[in-house]
């Protein structure tokens, strides 16, 4: 079964109006669902949030080596309209989209694009993320670091391969990565041509 089947088939069961998400091997830490469902109250248009991560080891030990964190975005980002949601986007790059343990949801909106969701293989995070950008309502990057992200030596490599990378650049060499992901790489780019052309015809 794919991440995209199984994350749309989460959302159509849950039976609250927020749904977060958590991979198996990654862990919410003490009080971080009070934390979103405060910020779901708080913000009445809010349809997207993302936050912060504490990143542990097999062996559940916090690392504390900065080039790891190299994703955390260390202040609060909240963008309510088109213009400050494209900005975000083009500052950030995907920084705002990674990791589904890192990110809530409002369930009413993405009902709409479940079928959309199960299309996809792989990077469904980074498709709700575009989805918060193409629709009416507040997204909220939260610099509390809420989640507990588990790596391994794999992916810790991985990490440390995007270091000093601008973001604007990161962003370009992502979808660059997803175009070895053709099935998915086709649904992307029609979002970001929906988005914003002039961003695809800097590639």
Avoid: C
Wanted: charged letters at 25%; zero cysteines.
């Amino acid at each position: 079964m794919s991440l995209g089947i199984k994350v749309s088939q989460g959302i159509s069961e849950a039976d609250g109006d927020i749904v977060t998400f958590l991979e198996d091997d990654d862990a919410w830490r003490k009080n971080s669902l009070r934390k979103v469902y405060l910020m779901f109250s708080k913000f009445d248009d809010l349809i997207y949030y993302h936050n912060n991560i504490i990143i542990i080891d097999k062996q559940n030990k916090i690392l504390n080596n900065h080039y790891l964190y190299s994703d955390n975005i260390d202040y609060t980002i909240t963008a309510r309209t088109y213009s400050e949601k494209i900005n975000a986007l083009k500052t950030y790059g995907w920084k705002l989209g990674f990791r589904l343990s890192s990110i809530a949801i409002r369930k009413e909106l993405y009902l709409k694009i479940l079928n959309l969701i199960r299309e996809f293989h792989i990077s469904v995070d980074k498709l709700l993320f575009l989805y918060g950008i193409l629709s009416n309502g507040s997204i909220v990057h939260d610099r509390d670091k809420l989640t507990f992200y588990r790596v391994h030596e794999l992916n810790q490599t991985s990490m440390v391969k995007t270091v000093d990378i601008a973001p604007y650049i990161a962003f370009r060499n992502s979808l660059r990565y997803y175009r070895f992901y053709s099935y998915d790489t086709t649904k992307f780019i029609l979002l970001l041509r929906r988005i914003n052309k002039k961003i695809l015809d800097t590639f």
